[in-house]
């Protein structure tokens, strides 16, 4: 350790990150000071990194946090997280933003801290990556504020207004992810409508927000994940360069993401209702499709999800998990056909409430996937069963040990709630 250079102690202190053992770390000698003063480049202050920080109050953190940042003379990266604390005074976190902002390109910052625009005062010419939490963002002037190398923006319980978003956006010219979790979304019309527009986008994360519509334009998005979201519309006005689609828990009238989706590669979705003549033009030309998930979804209009669909639109599928109401009347058309399921590797059925077309469903399923290698069955059964439920079920253990001594090579798999 004797003869390493001041420059690699100071990257190993900062592998280190949590700001308690970069001090005790930087006490060894005079050379780990130096590396310590001079080339660390992340630092952390985590509530969950030492018990300590619970016993402190507000104040004597504030000035802790301080002294501990201004000995430092080249920070990149800097995360502060303390969930015990209600807030922040505006003084200190003002000469933490501006002490780093030349040499700042991560900050991580989850206290909520009254009059200070973060944005504001961190620097803009360097910072790639930003979480911000349980803060406001006002004011936002694209003519002025550009953020050149922002590449990242996670906002989670932020408040901020639809138009200060758009804004933001319009002010990263090289912005690939965007996370929304929780925001509080200012509307300033009768209808909550709120537009995003970003020609670098590649990511965009949305949990727990409601509005009228959500219109995004984004030409190189690649994925895609809402959840638990209540939309009257969403649309995405993209080229088609969409890979991975994640629907999770939402509420939507109108859904949206074009006609031209060819390079959809994921598709996951779960307890949503689907009108499946309409999504399957969506992404009937997908013929890149590796993993299919429709999870406890709901099809309107009595609509049936078709095998002969997916095999001659997806031949790549490897990954097919389904569970959805089985209509008595409705499932012989759900397996009518002949294409095979040459790729398909990996089956997961579920059911939401157990029925003896179940058993035939499962049936007409494993005939049309050659090489299956695991078959996953996921249902609830209540502890609390009816006579009806017990008949049922006995007939379909019954049936499944009769159906896989036929399918010795599958491996099958029960998981039961």
């Known amino acids: 350790m004797e003869y390493l250079p001041v420059e690699v102690i100071g990257n190993i202190l900062s592998w280190l990150g949590a700001a308690r053992d970069v001090v005790i770390a930087s006490a060894t000698c005079k050379k780990w000071r130096e590396a310590c003063r001079n080339h660390l480049h992340a630092l952390t202050f985590n509530s969950d990194d030492w ?31 303390m969930d015990d604390v209600d807030e922040f005074s505006a003084a200190p976190v003002i000469a933490w933003l501006m002490y780093t902002r030349e040499t700042l390109r991560q900050l991580s910052y989850n206290v909520r801290t009254p009059n200070v625009n973060i944005l504001e005062k961190c620097g803009r010419q360097k910072l790639e990556k930003l979480f911000l939490a349980h803060n406001s963002i006002t004011g936002i002037e694209p003519s002025y504020q550009k953020f050149p190398c922002l590449t990242s923006i996670s906002l989670s319980y932020v408040s901020i207004s639809a138009l200060d978003l758009s804004l933001l956006l319009t002010a990263c010219p090289k912005i690939e992810s965007l996370v929304l979790v929780n925001p509080d979304i200012a509307i300033s019309d009768a209808q909550a409508t709120m537009e995003l527009s970003s020609l670098s986008l590649k990511s965009i994360f949305v949990e727990s927000i409601s509005l009228d519509k959500f219109i995004l334009e984004a030409d190189n998005v690649e994925n895609l994940h809402l959840k638990d979201c209540t939309l009257e519309l969403f649309e995405l006005a993209g080229k088609g360069t969409l890979k991975n689609l994640e629907i999770d828990d939402v509420s939507v009238i109108h859904f949206d993401i074009g006609d031209v989706n060819e390079n959809l590669e994921v598709i996951d979705i779960s307890n949503f209702t689907i009108t499946w003549s309409k999504f399957r033009q969506m992404i009937s030309r ?25 095999a001659t639109c997806f031949p790549q599928l490897n990954q097919l998990s389904l569970s959805f109401d089985l209509k008595d009347n409705l499932v012989h058309y759900a397996v009518q056909g002949s294409s095979q ?14 029925c ?7 049936g007409g399923l494993l005939e049309r996937c050659p090489n299956l290698k695991k078959l996953v069955i996921r249902g609830s059964v209540s502890q609390s069963k009816s006579n009806e439920e017990c008949r049922v079920l006995a007939n379909f253990t019954s049936y499944i040990v009769r159906l896989m001594r036929k399918y010795m090579h599958v491996e099958v798999q029960f998981e039961y709630d």
């Open 51 to 81: 018990p300590v920080y619970h016993d402190l109050t507000t104040r004597r953190l504030e000035i802790l946090i301080t002294q501990t940042i201004f000995q430092t003379t080249g920070l990149q990266s800097l995360s502060i997280f």
């Open 286 to 310: 997908s013929s890149r499709l590796r993993k299919l998930q429709l999870w406890c979804v709901v099809f309107e209009d009595d609509e049936i999800l078709d095998l002969e669909t997916i």
């Open 341 to 354: 399921l040459e790729n398909l590797a990996v089956l997961e059925l579920g059911w939401i409430t157990i």
């Open 356 to 362: 003896d077309v179940f058993s035939y469903w499962l």
